[in-house]
Nanobody, 123 residues
């Protein structure tokens, strides 16, 4: 299973970006998906997750109210809409496919990972 993340880039504080992650195989339509990020010198951390139907989402506290995760199973794609970005959001963002139908904040529950897309927020 291949995941292709895109949409990262350089944005100013307060700006917005929309990340996309396309899964090459249709297996993702029955699986939860998630976004994680890793900032320079820091460990990978959970950002957001969504179940296979798209009706159940969960977010890390530091992105609540700013980020929105969604999915389009017909397109095998999951999105992360990011608003009110700040320099602390600078990181490589990774999408992942869960081992089950539900989402999770636990990275060990994910079977497949994308290559990551870099988001840089300037002050």
């Amino acid at each position: 299973v291949q995941l292709q993340a895109s949409g990262g880039g350089l944005v100013q504080t307060g700006g917005s970006l929309r990340l996309s992650c396309v899964v090459a195989k249709r297996t993702s339509s029955n699986n939860g998906m998630g976004w994680f990020r890793q900032a320079p010198g820091k460990e990978r951390e959970f950002v957001a997750t969504i179940n296979w139907r798209g009706g159940d989402t969960h977010y890390a506290d530091f992105v609540k109210g700013r980020f929105t995760i969604s999915r389009d199973n017909a397109k095998n794609t999951v999105y992360l809409e990011m608003n009110s970005l700040n320099p602390e959001d600078t990181a490589v963002y990774y999408c992942a496919v869960s081992r089950s139908a539900s989402g999770s904040s636990d990275a060990s529950r994910y079977a497949y990972w994308g290559q990551g897309t870099l988001v840089t927020v300037s002050s």
